[in-house]
């Protein structure tokens, strides 16, 4: 079935440490797009263990990682998408360390400049962080998901 109408992910869509607005971890691709009221485009060819999906009609520079069937990161690699506080590509370490304060893990980046790693302080949301990497002083893109999928480069 076709979803119909507006999908619901757009450039006013927040990251949290447990989805995309109302696209969560865990939840399977058609899940997904009935939660996103959209269809989830594969950008290479799917595969059980490991592939990345952006949402149709969705904000540019916006993927989702797919891992043995369900949704369990979102990439922020480019645009004006932000987390429900208001960080995203754009803010500088400092402004990342004063929202978040001691929550905030400082490490470097395997490509150089910083990953910020927010590690919540909720126990039920443990498993999830949000890394924002800096290129040492300003937020270059940031993505937010599930251990240990977040914490990967990219699918292997």
């Not at 490991?50 to 520079?61: H, L």
């Not at 126990?123 to 990967?152: C, K, M, N, W, Y």
């Amino acid at each position: 079935d076709d979803p119909s109408g507006p999908s619901t992910l757009d450039a006013t869509s927040t990251v949290s440490t447990v989805g995309f607005d109302e696209v969560t971890f865990g939840m399977t691709v058609l899940q997904a797009e009935e939660a996103a009221n959209t269809r989830m485009l594969p950008l290479s060819t799917p595969n059980e263990n490991c592939y990345e999906v952006e949402p149709e009609g969705g904000p540019d520079g916006v993927t989702f990682m797919v891992t043995e069937g369900t949704i369990e990161r979102v990439d922020v690699r480019s645009g004006g998408v932000t987390t429900r506080s208001g960080a995203g590509i754009g803010s500088t370490e400092q402004e990342i360390r004063d929202l978040f304060g001691t929550s905030i893990e400082i490490r470097p980046d395997p490509d150089g400049g910083n990953q910020l790693v927010f590690v919540p302080s909720d126990e039920t949301d443990a498993e999830f962080r949000v890394i924002f990497v800096s290129d040492g002083t300003t937020v270059t893109s940031f993505r937010s998901g599930r251990l240990p999928q977040v914490e990967l480069p990219g699918c292997p």
